[in-house]
């Protein structure tokens, strides 16, 4: 079954550097695009950042230029390098893969990053 597995989550001082990893299995990781998703308290979730099969990434406007995704195909395994942390950035980060049109959806159980000013 599919399975997707974060860590990586924690707390750090603001400016500060985390990086999270999302093990993937159950399904062939290297043609899947994958996504990160966050959900701070009171919010909904948003879409971070997202990575397609050839490594083509976009982000969302508030993380530009200080998180990078990334994907190691060999290891089944994508990466959210997150630098210049703000408090803002505060949430239960997760890892997501999807198929339009089909019920291919699936969750990770979250990581928790907490950035204190």
């Known amino acids: 079954q599919v399975q997707l597995v974060e860590s990586g989550g924690g707390s750090v001082q603001a400016g500060g550097s985390l990086r999270l990893s999302c093990a993937a299995s159950g399904f062939i990781f290297s043609i899947q695009p994958m996504d990160w998703y966050r959900q701070a308290p009171g919010k909904q979730r948003e879409l971070v950042a997202r990575?397609?099969?050839?490594?083509?990434?976009t982000y969302t406007g508030a993380v530009k230029g200080r998180f990078t995704i990334s994907r190691d195909n060999a290891k089944n395994t994508m990466y959210l390098q997150m630098s210049s942390l703000r408090p803002e950035d505060t949430a239960v980060y997760y890892c997501?893969?999807?198929?339009?049109?089909?019920?291919?959806?699936?969750w990770g159980q979250g990581t928790q990053v907490t950035v204190s000013s």
């Open positions: 997501h893969c999807s198929r339009v049109r089909t019920s291919f959806d699936y």
């Open positions: 990575i397609t099969s050839g490594g083509a990434t």
